[in-house]
């Protein structure tokens, strides 16, 4: 019988059970020096409640780009000519006189000469009775003087557009429908600073972990992507809806005004050329805004006031101006004449001319290519938001920047809508964000953090009001839930 005489085998080796880490304190939460839980709740928050109002503004804006198609086929009458072979065109003096003949109210406020072959003139007249800021428009044929109609416009926009224009601006409801408008694109740009943000941030997560959704269940991995399709439609659109923000907000009522009050104190206001009246409109040149309404006696006076305006269209266009031109005779006793080009095409072209009332002289220039650069930047923006300074191209832009919005918005609900329990049913929306994101961000951050967006609220009201009246319902909704809390049974 042999014995074995080997040693026994080691004992398993065994290690110490990590200590579980402290349970944590009912009610905390962890203190992370990070702003990102603060921006992904006002993300969450303002696309969710100004999502409707960006809906209006995208539906109405894509109506609004059709309009340089529209109104040439629903103004045909009013626009178009036809030029008889070899045909010559009557003084702009006798054209002047034949609207005057058909139209004697009001006063003479501008002349558009025809700038093409087959166009009309315009001639407009500030009369009695016509809502504040529009003019009684003549269209008169160039080469016979016949009169092809007259409607009521705004500055050089037609009836068709004109409505459109107030759709998109204020649903036909005034100052008061204006307030839709000017909180789109109050939220707007906030909206888009914070997607970009989220997604930088987003990203950043991604590279540290290689597969973040691998075994995620079916109903997270859909969330992942409709919020892939949000972020990358966010990224490409972000240049342009940011324009689109801020040139909406250059015009509106309450921010616009900070805008003009901020250009004027940069010295970036339009120039103007001084015709000897004193006057500084920066809008001179949009024709008919203010002009005095007179009756029709003092016609004669009226045609003599304007009789120099052939000689005045030939010292322009010694000068360098070229069609179109809006061409305004003086304005008072010793003033002179304002000639302004207005193509608002790339490369635009917006010279301007005074010239003495004899319209024999030039007395004062003012060059596009002398315009300080924060006045060439609105005029190029503004141009841009309506469609006009690249053409089709432009009009193109905007289609695509207003469906990539909708998109941007349908793709944000769908991932709300995705954010519910997992057993919900029926119409019940996701789960919000945490409130208490504040409490995330350091002092040092919080404290000047909170002096910017007070200084962005009073530069923006309609954002300073909405996200004051936001805290405050999510402060009142904070205070009713606690309580319900504290009732519940351990």
């Known amino acids: 019988m042999t014995t074995d005489t080997s040693p026994p085998p080691p004992a398993p080796l065994t290690l110490p059970t990590p200590a579980a880490p402290p349970a944590p304190t009912p009610g905390a939460s962890p203190r992370r020096s990070s702003a990102r839980p603060l921006v992904l709740r006002l993300h969450f928050y303002a696309g969710i409640l100004v999502a409707p109002l960006l809906v209006v503004a995208c539906i109405t804006g894509l109506l609004y780009t059709t309009m340089p198609q529209v109104e040439p086929l629903v103004h045909r009458k009013e626009l178009h000519v036809s030029a008889p072979a070899g045909a010559q065109r009557i003084p702009l003096i006798d054209q002047v006189r034949a609207a005057r003949a058909a139209y004697p109210q009001g006063t003479i406020s501008s002349v558009a000469p025809s700038d093409r072959a087959d166009r009309t003139t315009r001639v407009?007249?500030?009369?009695?009775?016509?809502?504040?800021?529009?003019?009684?428009?003549?269209?008169?044929?160039?080469?016979?003087?016949?009169?092809?109609?007259?409607?009521?416009?705004?500055?050089?926009?037609?009836?068709?557009?004109?409505?459109?224009?107030?759709?998109?601006?204020?649903?036909?409801?005034?100052?008061?429908?204006?307030?839709?408008s000017e909180t789109a694109a109050s939220w707007l740009w906030v909206v888009v600073l914070g997607g970009l943000y989220l997604t930088w941030r987003r990203r950043r997560d991604e590279r540290r972990r290689r597969s973040p959704a691998a075994?995620?269940?079916?109903?997270?991995?859909?969330?992942?992507?409709?919020?892939?399709?949000?972020?990358?439609?966010g990224v490409v659109a972000a240049i342009g809806l940011l324009g689109l923000s801020a040139t909406g907000l250059t015009w509106s009522k309450y921010a616009g005004e900070n805008v003009s009050e901020l250009r004027s104190t940069l010295s970036w206001t339009t120039p103007t050329v001084d015709?000897?009246?004193?006057?500084?409109?920066?809008?001179?040149?949009?024709?008919?805004?203010?002009?005095?309404?007179?009756?029709?006696?003092?016609?004669?006076?009226?045609?003599?006031?304007?009789?120099?305006?052939?000689?005045?269209?030939?010292?322009?266009?010694?000068?360098?101006?070229?069609?179109?031109?809006?061409?305004t005779p003086p304005a008072a006793e010793g003033g002179g004449w304002s000639v302004q080009e207005n193509h608002r095409r790339w490369p635009e072209r917006q010279d301007a001319v005074a010239v003495t009332p004899p319209g024999t002289a030039v007395t004062d220039v003012s060059r596009f290519d002398d315009w300080p650069i924060g006045a060439k930047l609105t005029s190029w923006g503004v141009d841009a938001h309506m469609g006009l300074l690249f053409g089709l191209a432009n009009q193109l832009v905007l289609a695509a920047l207003a469906?990539?919005?909708?998109?941007?918005?349908?793709?944000?609900?769908?991932?709300?809508?995705?954010?519910?329990?997992?057993?919900?049913?029926?119409?019940?929306?996701?789960?919000?964000i945490p409130r208490g994101a504040w409490?995330?961000?350091?002092?040092?951050?919080?404290?000047?953090?909170?002096?910017?967006?007070?200084?962005?609220?009073?530069?923006?009201?309609?954002?300073?009001?909405?996200?004051?009246?936001f805290l405050v319902l999510d402060a009142v909704i904070g205070a009713t839930r606690r309580p319900r809390a504290r009732k519940r049974p351990a």
């Open 439 to 469: 409490r995330h961000l350091p002092w040092k951050v919080l404290v000047p953090s909170v002096v910017v967006v007070a200084a962005i609220g009073w530069f923006v009201p309609l954002l300073g009001i909405t996200l004051v009246a």
């Open 403 to 432: 469906i990539a919005l909708l998109s941007l918005i349908v793709l944000g609900y769908r991932m709300w809508w995705q954010r519910r329990p997992k057993h919900a049913t029926g119409v019940r929306p996701g789960r919000p």
């Open 215 to 233: 075994g995620a269940p079916p109903r997270v991995l859909a969330r992942l992507r409709t919020m892939r399709w949000h972020r990358t439609i």
């Open 275 to 327: 015709t000897g009246t004193g006057a500084s409109d920066e809008h001179a040149g949009h024709a008919g805004h203010g002009a005095a309404a007179t009756g029709g006696p003092g016609g004669d006076q009226e045609l003599q006031r304007v009789s120099a305006i052939d000689d005045t269209v030939r010292t322009a266009r010694t000068a360098g101006l070229v069609d179109p031109m809006v061409i």
């Open 124 to 180: 407009n007249l500030a009369v009695p009775g016509v809502r504040e800021g529009y003019q009684r428009t003549v269209f008169v044929d160039p080469y016979t003087g016949r009169i092809q109609g007259n409607v009521e416009t705004l500055g050089q926009w037609l009836p068709v557009r004109v409505w459109f224009d107030d759709l998109h601006r204020n649903l036909h409801l005034g100052d008061v429908g204006r307030l839709y």
